[in-house]
């Protein structure tokens, strides 16, 4: 199945007036209902994602506005399913717990754009999605870089991936592998980078999971007789093969 097709490009529904969409990552049954009520009030777009992975599906399938991220475990925690959303673009991200020390916070708004600790007001956890998003919009509205040699076209903006004119059937994750690679062509990706960036923390070193996703990617864009588009640096990892890609 391929990966849906967003209808406008993330960031830029708010400009256009309709609602924004906020994926909310987290299983804290308190912080959830406080976010789904406060949001849904303001008249956001609330999605769910129980875990990291989860996320990741939303992120790459079609991208909310901002993602919030519940403190349901330790800091450390949040702060790493933080790196790892951060990790596949420039979501607008921020985190709600509570308890949270001044080290906490600090080491969270290392990542994330905001830290929200409780007691906080359901208004002013909307009024604070709100101001993130208008402070990021510029960053995030942009066209994301693609690829297109006339045989194989990625367009990392539409998330359409097409060989020859025809659409290549991918699913959600190994979509996820051909656009981290395409968006730095050139660039080696580690197997621990790539597992940790598409499949997030709880994979931890599955590479023969990666080397799986790597041959099936390959048997649908290659041509036969022509050499790879994802390069194998043995022992390291995966790179995209091509010149820089422009827009698609």
Known sequence: MAPAEPSVAAGSRIQAGAPAEVVVVGRHR?????????????GFIVRFAADESAALDALFASPPDAVLILRDGDAAEALQR????RATGDPAIL????DASVEERVAGLGCADDYV??????AELAARVASVLRRTAPCREGDRPGFDDGTLRVDLRRRVVTLGGGPVDLTPTEYRVLALLVGSPGRTFTHEQILQRVWGSSVGGDSHLLRLQIANLRAK??????ASYIETHRGVGYAFRGPRP???
Do not use: K, N
């Open 30 to 42: 308190r912080l959830a209902l406080l976010a789904s009520e406060a949001l849904s009030r303001a």
């Open 82 to 85: 933080c790196r790892t959303l």
């Open 95 to 98: 985190v709600l717990g509570e």
């Open 117 to 122: 600790t409780l007691p906080v007001a359901p």
């Open 221 to 226: 864009i290659d041509r036969a007789g022509t």
């Open 246 to 248: 422009g827009s698609a």
